[in-house]
């Protein structure tokens, strides 16, 4: 009989992914845990694309949240914590590290990684085997979401059209209701008749402006 080569299980969602740590721990009083680094290993034969998702990305950035792996080799996946505060300590995040072939879109496989804030290292070794013991037993499924979408530190919400973009806009209109140069009978002083090209300008100008607007 021909034996027949071996080949790695690549059934959507059974691919052991190797990543540590397996949780992130970071400690309010101490700045040096406010950055952390997850290790992704690929110890297989083909080249692997991962990608990082969180349960709250804007608690967090990180770097290089997409990317591949080269096979026998390992990547690092910087995390920071941009949101230090009173309101968040003791609370579960988690991360998904989902990895997929190049050749292929579905997820090979995915690890969650659990991260939590304290409020400092130096609490009782009783309270702290506590907390320990809660964060590994917090099991719930949890929503993911694309870490990519909320890189940008200084984003902020959209609230409409500026006031520069109206007034344009405004400028645009009454610049058509202007007459046009040749016409005799308006009560317009002359130096405001506008050129058709002049108003052609006005038109294309209104036209963007109102796309903008309606994007907003």
């Not at 090979?108 to 409020?119: F, M, S």
């Not at 702290?128 to 940008?152: D, M, N």
């Amino acid at each position: 009989m021909q034996q027949q080569k071996r080949q790695p299980e690549l059934v959507e969602g059974n691919l052991p992914v190797f990543v540590f740590p397996t949780e992130l721990i970071f400690y309010a009083d101490d700045q040096s845990t406010h950055k952390q680094v997850l290790t992704l290993y690929n110890p297989y034969e083909f080249a692997l694309k991962f990608k990082v998702l969180c349960t709250t990305p804007n608690k967090y950035v990180v770097a290089d949240a997409a990317g591949t792996v080269k096979p026998q080799c390992c990547v690092d996946i910087v995390i920071r914590h941009r949101d230090v505060r009173a309101a968040h300590y003791g609370v579960i995040d988690k991360f998904r590290l989902q990895v997929s072939e190049q050749s292929q879109r579905k997820a090979l496989g995915r690890k969650e990684i659990i991260a939590t804030l304290l409020p400092s290292a130096k609490e009782p070794p009783q309270q702290k085997e506590e907390e320990e013991k809660r964060i590994k037993e917090h099991l719930a499924e949890s929503v993911f979401f694309e870490q990519t979408l909320c890189q940008p530190e200084n984003r902020t919400a959209s609230s409409g059209p500026s006031l520069l973009t109206v007034f344009l806009g405004i400028v645009c209109i009454a610049a058509l209701m202007l007459p046009t140069l040749g016409e005799m009978e308006s009560l317009v002083p002359l130096y405001l008749h506008l050129s058709v090209n002049q108003k052609l300008v006005a038109a294309y100008v209104l036209g963007l402006i109102t796309m903008v607007i309606l994007r907003t």
